[in-house]
């Protein structure tokens, strides 16, 4: 008996025309809007990512830097940048390279 009434009250409350309105509303607003929930949801976190991919655009920027003030700070940094990166030898000099191989 308690259950007819518990259906009873929510048939009623479904019955409402604010409450078939609302509902409407908030499922247009939820899938169909331009503007929609789910829309906002991933253009949040596309711009979380943005600003992720900013920072570490910006420590890069930063850390290279510091790296052209030691290649202008004198010849003997810019020789050893040289050796290192671009594996550039003088003409009587052997080049070794050893690659260590992670398993």
């Known amino acids: 008996m308690a259950q007819k009434?518990?259906?009873k009250v929510l048939l009623h409350f479904?019955?409402?025309k604010f409450v078939i309105a609302s509902l409407f509303i908030f499922l247009w607003m939820l899938f169909?809007?331009?503007n929609s929930i789910?829309?906002?949801v991933s253009l949040y976190r596309s711009i979380r990512n943005m600003k992720q991919e900013?920072?570490?655009l910006i420590n890069e920027i930063n850390r290279n830097k510091e790296i052209i003030n030691k290649l202008e700070s004198g010849s003997d940094n810019l020789e050893?940048?040289?050796r290192e990166e671009y594996m550039m030898i003088k003409p009587d000099e052997d080049l070794f390279i050893i690659?260590?191989?992670t398993k």
């Open 5 to 7: 009434n518990k259906f």
């Open 14 to 16: 479904f019955r409402n």
């Open 32 to 34: 169909f809007d331009q």
């Open 38 to 40: 789910i829309d906002r």
């Open 54 to 56: 900013r920072e570490n």
């Open 80 to 82: 050893k940048f040289a």
């Open 99 to 101: 690659i260590y191989e």
